[in-house]
């Protein structure tokens, strides 16, 4: 067993980023934890990330790893897993909260969706706020199309429906008293959807998304 992956291991993983190499094609968890330095093993939750599920490893748990595939833990000092769903699939975790980031992560969702609790209603997750899970029941995440987004027109950011929006709609987002019988406004845009950019005139509409970027201009028509 390495500390670090090599060329010569038949088998690679990592234990919080950390890569490690083994040719042992089967270790069950105490080894894993062993190896890695994981003492006592019982001190120690493993949790394996897999086709975007995250499941614990107990220590007589058997692991086969496959070559030129790297088995992907997370460690945790704790004597006990906690259960919850994302998108209807089984989780386990090594701690009382899980940030949403990780649930983004490990669990291979766009980041342009948005997470909702079951046990909040509709109400979104902060893409940078965490989970708890150690209350009654099972918490159950989902992932789904966003209702809003959130834009940035002349440097601030706004929150607007996530949809098209028409030429006087973007206008009127820079502009909330835009007059476009004496003023002209000059729309530019950058990382629309699929990265586009361009302009925005009058009679047309776009496909907002997340991070876009709007430059408005107005000027007068005299």
């Known amino acids: 067993m390495t500390d670090l992956a090599k060329g010569h291991d038949k088998f ?9 190499g083994t040719n042992d094609k ?6 894993i934890r062993e190896a890695v330095g994981l003492t006592p093993a019982s001190d120690f939750v493993l ?13 007589e748990k058997d692991v086969s790893f496959e070559r030129g595939k790297v088995a992907t833990f997370l460690s945790f000092r704790s004597d006990r897993t906690y259960t919850f769903t994302v998108n209807e699939r089984g989780w386990e975790w090594g701690a009382a909260t899980v940030l949403v980031a990780d649930i983004y992560r490990h669990g291979g969702i766009d980041e342009d969706l948005e997470l909702i609790l079951d046990s909040a209603g509709d109400a979104p997750i902060a893409p940078d706020g965490e989970v708890r899970l150690d209350g009654e029941g099972v918490e159950g995440i989902r992932s789904r199309e966003p209702k809003t987004v959130t834009i940035k027109v002349n440097g601030r950011s706004r929150t607007v429906e996530k949809r098209r929006h028409t030429y006087r709609e973007i206008s009127k987002l820079a502009y909330p008293d835009a007059d476009f019988d004496n003023f002209n406004y000059t729309i530019t845009y950058l990382h629309g959807v699929a990265g586009a950019e361009g302009d925005l005139v009058e009679g047309e509409s776009i496909q907002v998304k997340k991070g876009m970027v709007f430059n408005v201009r107005r000027s007068d028509k005299s």
């Open 12 to 20: 690679q993983f990592t234990v919080d980023g950390v890569a490690y």
């Open 26 to 31: 089967t270790m069950d968890g105490s080894q």
């Open 47 to 59: 949790v394996q990330i897999e086709g975007g599920v995250a499941f614990s490893i107990g220590i």
